[in-house]
């Protein structure tokens, strides 16, 4: 068992750097999720670790071992991906002593690592089958044998659940995340979907363009995100951003655009002084958007009126899309909400969970009660 | 590895040309039997060959000619003949007879130890001596090599080599009918049909043949710590023709997908088509369409629009501006390109530049 460091892990293909300037540490037992979207280096951080791919330059160290040069069958670690692929013609014994065998691990070993494994992922009653009797989800738990048997010090991820059905994709989660909690040991996951990022890690590291923007908890990520890309991709529909003036008016500061007025909230006026008179970007998530009678009489401040363009009932809530200042919105309102498509309809925006953007650099304006995870 | 049960050559099938093995066998034997030099006759010698038939076996360069038929067709030797000696007939016909019977003894044990034909040593040769495909068919039915069923030509390119690298993919493969290792590659006939495919299901079946790029490339990481790409061809019986697929396809993937596990044939889209034009072609009209004053935040922003399907207010959102914003970028386009991206044909045209932009490593 062990922990991973990057000191300024950079990656280049020719002139073309795909990793920069990677500095990371993950503890020992931790459950690390890369997340990003397309071409962001997920794949490539991955691939470095495992020893598949050189490091151009910067150190890698697995515990305390340096292993920017150490062959990849001996950096104890094992990989599970999207395809359960199996040896056709083997049973899943000898599927998962494969490896073992490969590795010149004497009999008696094999045995006893490929039953535990068995036991801990409940497959003993299948040991003596062939693949092609097996259900997908029995497969991705052989797949899964197969790295477990190894005992490595990293268990490491490439978008293990990515190929497989809405609901063998929830049932695996929850496996994957029942094991890692036995297995007691170190995973670095990869995947482009914020759900699962948000539901199974520890922390989470959000990269772009080969850049890490934020490593923090799933909450801290949600509620205090560090620039608009982390904002906008976290949460699920996504933060909505509007472009709004900053004005001081009657000792208080106010967030005015064409088709509203807002006030900022007494707490924030420290760090948004600097930005009185500029244009700024104000987020508020879906979610922060209300139309109950209470939360408007409550506060009568934060209230808009909007026209509504979509409504799109999910069961318990609705998803009611409207524009505001030619820019869209989308609400999440509880299922009860009076909101009818094509009519005027009044929300109000909760404004003590506004996020504010400084324009230029894309980065927060202020974390109020941000605490780093470690 | 596969082994094809070459008997086939028993079959009463009737080869034209002596086996070249044998012939040059025979020179040899006949060297050290009569002390001279022998060679196969050739079409180049062909003018001579007129003299020497009129001279019967003994030609005005003074050469023996051995000529007699054999089971596989005519065999003909010719031998220069030491200065100051005019051989006469009779050595000619001796000669000849001396070739006969160990020509008879040769093929005698080259039936014990025939070396059996099998796609592997057809595709050895056929890719040292670059046969084209009609010759490569007429050599596979020469040497009656087995009819291969529907499958996938698949190739394997390892970034190191070990040599447990082919056990794993025979195992994790077992229904291949051609199995060729050759230098860091592996090149492999996978037939369509397994106790997961039906070949009257194409669109099954080219799933499944999708998914042998990353089963192949995800259990040689896992396994052996290799790296490799993998390369699937469209589902064919023809091996040539299927081999040259995947060789095509590996240029494709260098050009246009460096950082791709792999590639299949069936699912190129713009880069079959782009692949076929030279580079020159597409960086003048990359250079017509971009010239060099776009920006790389215009880029982007072209980027993220033909990624929302041309919608101002999803594209703006992606972008965390405001729709003005982004109409005011979509005019820059314009003014620096004179195409205007919220046309339909002059969206297609900017695609492919940036597409161009993005993805052609010639660029
Ligand atoms: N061998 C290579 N040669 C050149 N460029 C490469 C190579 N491998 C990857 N890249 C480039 O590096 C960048 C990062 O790729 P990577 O595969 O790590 O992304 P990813 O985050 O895993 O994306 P995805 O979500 O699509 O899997 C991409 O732009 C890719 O094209
Ligand atoms: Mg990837």
């Not at chain 1, 010090?153 to 909690?181: G, T, Y």
């Not at chain 1, 007494?266 to 002084?273: P, Y």
């Not at chain 2, 490339?217 to 993998?230: Q, R």
């Not at chain 2, 260098?254 to 072609?281: D, Q, Y």
Request: glycine share 6%; with cysteine.
């Amino acid at each position: 068992m062990a922990g991973l460091t990057f000191k300024n892990v950079v990656k280049k293909y020719d002139q073309n750097v795909v990793v920069h300037d990677f500095n990371l540490e993950i503890k020992d037992k931790e459950f690390l999720v890369l997340v990003g979207p397309s071409g962001c280096g997920k794949t490539t951080t991955l691939r470095m670790i495992a020893g598949l791919e050189e490091i151009t330059s910067g150190e890698l160290y697995i515990g305390d071992r340096l292993v920017n040069d150490v062959a990849p069958k001996d950096r104890d670690i094992a990989m599970v991906f999207q395809s359960y692929a199996l040896y056709p013609h083997m049973s899943v014994y000898e599927n998962m002593a494969f490896g073992l065998k490969l590795r010149k691990i004497p009999k008696a070993e094999i045995e006893r690592r490929v039953r535990e494994a068995a036991h801990i992922l409940d497959i003993e009653h299948l040991l003596e089958r062939k693949p092609k009797a097996l259900s997908g989800g029995q497969r991705q738990r052989v797949a899964l044998g197969r790295a477990i048997v190894r005992e490595p010090q990293v268990f490491l991820m490439d978008e293990p659940l990515s190929n497989l059905d809405a609901k063998l994709r929830v049932q695996m989660r929850a496996e994957i995340s029942k094991l890692r909690h036995r297995l007691q040991t170190t995973v670095v996951y990869v995947t482009h979907d914020q759900t699962e990022a948000m539901t199974m890690g520890d922390r989470i590291v959000v990269m772009k363009d080969g850049y890490i923007h934020q490593v923090d908890t799933p909450m801290n990520l949600y509620n205090h995100p560090k620039n608009m890309f982390v904002a906008g991709f976290i949460g699920s529909p996504s933060m909505n951003f509007l472009k709004v003036k900053l004005v001081e008016e009657k000792g208080r500061l106010w967030l005015v655009n064409p088709a509203f007025h807002l006030p900022s909230i007494e707490e924030r006026r420290e760090a948004l002084t600097p930005y009185v008179n500029k244009e700024i970007i104000f987020g508020i998530r879906p979610e922060a958007i209300y139309d109950d009678a209470a939360f408007l009489e409550a506060n009568p401040d934060w209230v808009v009126d909007v026209h509504v363009d979509v409504l799109e009932p999910m069961g318990a809530e609705h998803y009611v899309y409207f524009s505001l200042n030619e820019e869209n919105v989308i609400a999440r309102l509880d299922a009860t909400s009076q909101a009818k498509v094509l009519q005027r309809h009044k929300v109000a925006f909760d404004m003590n969970m506004a996020r504010y953007f400084d324009m230029e650099t894309q980065e927060v304006i202020h974390r109020p009660g941000y605490q780093t995870a470690y | 590895m596969k082994k094809n049960d070459g008997s086939q050559r028993d079959d009463g099938l009737q080869l034209n040309e002596p086996n070249p093995f044998l012939l040059q066998e025979l020179c040899t034997r006949l060297k050290q039997e009569s002390g001279l030099e022998f060679s196969p006759w050739t079409a180049q010698d062909a003018p001579s060959r007129l003299t020497v038939l009129q001279s019967d076996g003994v030609d005005k360069d003074i050469r023996i000619l051995l000529r007699f038929n054999s089971e596989e067709g005519e065999v003909e030797l010719a031998s220069l003949v030491p200065e100051g000696i005019v051989p006469g007939k009779l050595v000619s016909r001796l000669v000849s007879a001396l070739g006969r019977a160990i020509y008879a003894e040769l093929q005698r044990e080259a039936k014990q130890f025939a070396p059996t034909w099998t796609w592997e040593k057809l595709l050895g040769v056929a890719v040292e001596q670059q046969w084209d495909e009609a010759f490569f068919e007429q050599k596979a039915t020469e040497y009656a090599l087995p009819m291969l069923p529907l499958g996938f030509p698949v190739l394997i390119r390892c970034q190191n080599w070990r040599s447990e690298i082919p056990m794993v993919i025979e195992n994790l493969l077992p229904q291949h009918d051609v199995f060729w290792v050759y230098r860091q590659e592996l090149f492999l006939f996978v037939r369509a049909e397994t106790s997961e495919t039906r070949t009257d299901k194409i669109d099954e079946l080219l799933v499944w043949g999708k998914s042998l790029i990353q089963q192949i490339h995800n259990m040689l990481a896992d396994e052996l710590g290799i790296l490799a790409s993998v390369y699937v061809g469209s589902p064919c019986d023809g091996l040539w023709q299927g081999y040259k697929e995947v060789h095509q396809l590996v240029k494709l993937q260098t050009r246009f997908f460096p950082g791709e596990a792999g590639l299949v044939a069936w699912k190129l889209g713009l880069a079959g088509l782009l692949g076929e034009i030279s580079p020159t072609a597409i960086q003048h009209y990359r250079q017509e369409m971009l010239k060099e004053r776009l920006s790389p935040e215009l880029i982007e922003t072209l980027e993220t629009y033909f990624a929302h399907d041309l919608s101002i207010s999803e594209t703006a959102r992606a972008l965390f501006i405001h729709r003005n914003t982004l109409l005011y970028r979509l005019d820059r386009v314009t003014e620096f390109t004179g195409y205007n991206p919220r046309e339909f044909a002059a969206a297609v045209q900017l695609y492919l530049a940036v597409w161009l932009q993005r993805h052609d490593q010639k660029a």
